[in-house]
């Protein structure tokens, strides 16, 4: 800790300080157009070992919590919801997974501020605000991981079936 404050300043400035980030992160990443994410950047792709989705599946049951997790359309009132598909044409299909790729970025992204907190946080507060950061994102790159797999699928023609198994 390199500032020392008192308990309820440092769980003040904790909550206000990850209520910015994550509302500053999705504002920017919401600003991005479309057309980048449309593209196929490798840091997006969907690689072989993830099977389309199934090793996420396999690995984490995916479709037995992913209805649980909040879409942040709710709170910003902007954005694209990937609640479900908005059509299953060509078109939506492309949109949806491009979609999949901004809320990747968002919570890839949401989770580096997390060592900032170390400045005003007691060390072991710091590491509870790291793993809140990772406990909080990684899920939701999960499931956009899963859905995008899934997606890549459907489109590539491998898995015209699949559409419609949750």
């Known amino acids: 800790m390199i500032v020392s404050l008192p308990d309820h300043w440092i769980i ?3 909550v206000l300080a990850w209520t910015f980030f994550h509302l500053a992160i999705s504002a920017i990443c919401l600003k991005l157009p479309l057309t980048w994410f449309l593209k196929d950047h490798f ?7 993830e099977r389309s989705g199934a090793l996420w599946q396999r690995l984490f049951r995916v479709k037995a ?4 997790i909040l879409d942040g359309t709710i709170f910003l009132k902007k954005g694209y919801s990937k609640k479900g598909l908005h059509g299953t044409k060509s078109r939506d299909l492309k949109v949806f997974a491009a979609e999949t790729k901004r809320a990747e970025l968002t919570h890839w992204l949401s989770i580096l501020p997390a060592p900032l907190f170390f400045i005003w946080n007691p060390v072991w507060a710091g590491w509870a605000m790291v793993l809140y950061a990772l406990v909080f994102n990684l899920p939701i790159i999960v499931v956009q991981r899963y859905n995008r ?4 699928a459907i489109t590539s023609g491998v ?3 699949r559409l419609h198994k949750g």
């Open 12 to 14: 003040l400035i904790d």
């Open 43 to 49: 840091w997006f792709r969907t690689f072989s070992f």
């Open 65 to 68: 919590w992913k209805g649980l």
């Open 149 to 152: 797999g899934r997606i890549s």
């Open 159 to 161: 898995g015209k079936k």
